[in-house]
């Protein structure tokens, strides 16, 4: 009697260029470690996909990114997601975890520039010149450095944005360096930005695959891609966000580092208009990276984050 051959296991992704990028990559890491099973890629648009002419600020974060995926792997249809980790919300549906982290690409924020302005960097730009980013981090931490610029909100997916940029609608974009290197267009980085100026968001460049918590043929397919430094930063500035329960929709930005077993972690929270700017740092080992995320949590707590958000909440409430 000939045994049937094992189910296909189902990826889930959405749409967009870099999503299918990022799901492709995993997809043939899989692939190529476990020869004898097949792993199809199942697409689905969401709603950060479908909304394209409204600040994200203004309509929550909750998902965004992620939610018809989720469903999509509770009712069965998919058995995993691939997303970028800076999208998936800390606080995850009941019935699925975060099974694996891949390894990192480099976190940083990057400067993209019209050719108008090749011979600038960001401290060197004309008074007024404007900068696309729908980011409020990014905002936040460029208005408290340069405030002699002007920022205007900047929608659609990479390729549309740097069309928008081309186009002369805008002085100089503000996007990942992950993003640009995945897609291979890593040669429109005209400056990459330094931690001093603008801390990543969190899990930015690593790719989180979510999936059902009680699947436990899945989590064992996924631990091949698992990255453990990189993990463990990402815990960190997970745990942190989540302890502050802050979202896109809030300035908050980290930055991590392992050396040996030993974990730093940085984390800022800044005012929209980047007037009020706290950040501080802790230090511990890496295998207590949740806790030290909290930890840091309440040492800005202490320094008036608490003040800061709640002013940002209300801010956003009264403009929605």
């Not at 939610?67 to 691939?82: N, R, S, T």
């Not at 631990?223 to 993990?231: D, G, P, R």
């Not at 949740?290 to 800061?308: V, W």
Request: proline residues 3%; negative net charge.
């Amino acid at each position: 009697m000939v045994s049937s051959p094992p189910r296909p296991i189902r990826i889930g992704s959405r749409k967009s260029q870099l999503a299918l990028v990022q799901t492709h990559w995993v997809q043939g890491q899989l692939q190529q470690r476990f020869t004898d099973r097949k792993f199809e890629v199942h697409t689905m648009s969401t709603q950060g996909d479908k909304i394209l002419d409204v600040a994200l600020a203004k309509i929550g974060d909750k998902g965004l990114f992620t939610k018809e995926l989720e469903v999509g792997m509770l009712q069965g249809d998919i058995d995993f997601a691939v997303h970028s980790l800076k999208d998936l919300p800390t606080r995850l549906p009941e019935g699925l975890i975060l099974g694996c982290v891949t390894e990192r690409e480099d976190p940083a924020d990057a400067l993209v520039v019209h050719e108008n302005h090749r011979d600038k960097q960001l401290e060197t730009l004309p008074e007024g010149a404007v900068i696309g980013t729908s980011s409020l981090r990014r905002l936040a931490q460029l208005r408290h450095h340069y405030p002699h610029l002007t920022f205007k909100d900047i929608r659609g997916n990479l390729n549309t944005r740097l069309q928008k940029l081309d186009a002369g609608e805008y002085d100089g974009i503000i996007l990942a360096v992950a993003g640009l290197t995945r897609l291979e267009m890593a040669d429109r980085i005209h400056q990459v930005i330094p931690a001093s100026v603008s801390l990543h968001a969190v899990g930015q460049g690593a790719l989180g695959i979510e999936c059902r918590a009680e699947d436990g043929e899945i989590l064992e397919l996924l631990k091949v891609l698992e990255h453990q430094s990189t993990a463990y930063r990402c815990y960190a500035e997970r745990s942190f966000l989540r302890e502050l329960e802050g979202g896109c929709q809030v300035p908050i930005g980290v930055n991590t580092s392992i050396d040996g077993d030993t974990l730093t972690l940085t984390g800022m929270v800044a005012s929209l208009d980047g007037q009020k700017l706290v950040k501080d740092t802790v230090s511990g080992a890496a295998t207590e990276a949740e806790s030290l995320g909290i930890q840091l949590a309440h040492k800005l707590r202490e320094q008036g984050a608490t003040e800061i958000l709640e002013a940002i909440f209300t801010e956003i409430q009264r403009g929605s």
